[in-house]
């Protein structure tokens, strides 16, 4: 089974706009990892705003 390549992009894109990390450095985590990574973002993001 693979991870849908929509979801992919989006974290992608989520972790290089917010941290401006290169997009195969981010392909180059594995998947636990790289959502670890989102959801860090997203708790900055709402002590945020």
Excluded at 9 to 27: C, G, M, N, P, T
Excluded at 33 to 44: C, H, L, M, S, Y
């Amino acid at each position: 089974m693979r991870y849908p390549s929509e979801k992919l992009y989006e974290e992608v894109a989520f972790v290089a706009y917010h941290f401006h990390w290169a997009q195969d450095d981010i392909l180059n985590l594995d998947h636990s990892t790289r959502q670890r990574w989102v959801a860090e973002i997203n708790k900055i993001n709402q002590k945020l705003y």
